[in-house]
């Protein structure tokens, strides 16, 4: 049996008033993930997907329900411990790379280690495997200005992924790649999630990003609507992927 990572029940989030009305987004979601998972959350721009990234990843705070990482309630979680969980669990990436301009890809990838104090040898070897699997290894002497988007991207992710946290969080991680940039990022994630060092929760409003999950869950009006579990190979499931969208309503891009 996997070790249950997040528990996700009922929960709501809405933003301020509009007409009267609370204008609420999120509108009572309950998710279960797994170690190994890879679920992308699917759903048209304005669904809610950052406004839920947001809340799991404890940038917002929801109304209600609750959310349980690693058997800890972050609702219920203060800010000093909220902000430990962050650090010793929690991986984040963005769709713009967030990587720090005036360090070295190395020095950006090692920065979360040496925040916490690991050894240098010790930050050496695991900045080392991070750079393999993300294909980085002859770029870690470069600054960001001298990296392709794509580059900087897979840096992130293997800075996000440097500290073995528990659960890896991205928002649109392709949003600003091209196809191929988007390919080989979506390629490294997934030979993280396969070789054991990462389980994913992303979300994204393309089928082919979400196509290289295990899982896909669809969401809609504030609510997760449907799921997909994939069985075939990438191809066929971003075919189905595809249709769904459509009998969902929504544009065959
Ligand atoms: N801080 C905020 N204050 C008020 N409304 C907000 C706030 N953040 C988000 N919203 C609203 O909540 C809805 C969902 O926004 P969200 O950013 O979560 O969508 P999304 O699914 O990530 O869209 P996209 O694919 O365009 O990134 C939108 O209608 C948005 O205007
Ligand atoms: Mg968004």
């Not at 809340?55 to 909220?82: A, V, Y």
């Not at 294909?135 to 800075?159: D, F, M, V």
Request: charged share 30%.
């Amino acid at each position: 049996m996997e070790k249950k990572i997040l528990e996700i029940r009922n929960l709501t989030k809405g933003f301020g008033r509009r007409g009267g009305y609370e204008y609420r987004v999120i509108k009572g979601i309950n998710m279960d993930v797994y170690s190994g998972d890879f679920i992308a959350v699917m759903g048209p721009s304005g669904a809610g997907k950052t406004t839920l990234l947001n809340l799991l990843s404890t940038l917002d705070k929801p109304d209600g329900g609750s959310i349980i990482l690693d058997r800890e309630d972050l609702i219920k979680t203060g800010n000093k411990r909220l902000s430990e969980i962050r650090r010793d669990k929690i991986g984040f990436i963005f769709q713009e790379y967030n990587l720090l301009d005036n360090m070295s890809l190395e020095d950006n990838i090692a920065l979360p280690l040496a925040l916490n104090g690991v050894k240098s040898r010790e930050v050496e070897m695991r900045v080392r495997k991070m750079a393999d699997m993300f294909g980085l290894g002859e770029h870690l002497k470069k600054y960001p200005y001298q990296l392709s988007g794509g580059q900087k991207q897979r840096g992130a992710s293997a800075r996000a992924l440097v500290t073995e946290p528990e659960i890896l969080f991205a928002d649109e991680p392709t949003g600003a790649l091209d196809s191929r940039s988007s390919r080989e990022l979506l390629m490294s994630l997934k030979n993280a999630n396969d070789s054991g060092k990462a389980t994913i929760l992303m979300v994204t409003h393309d089928a082919y990003a979400a196509s290289y999950a295990k899982q896909v869950y669809f969401l809609a009006d504030g609510q997760i609507q449907c799921r997909l579990v994939r069985k075939e190979d990438r191809k066929e499931f971003y075919e189905k992927i595809l249709d769904l969208q459509i009998s969902m309503g929504g544009e065959r891009e």
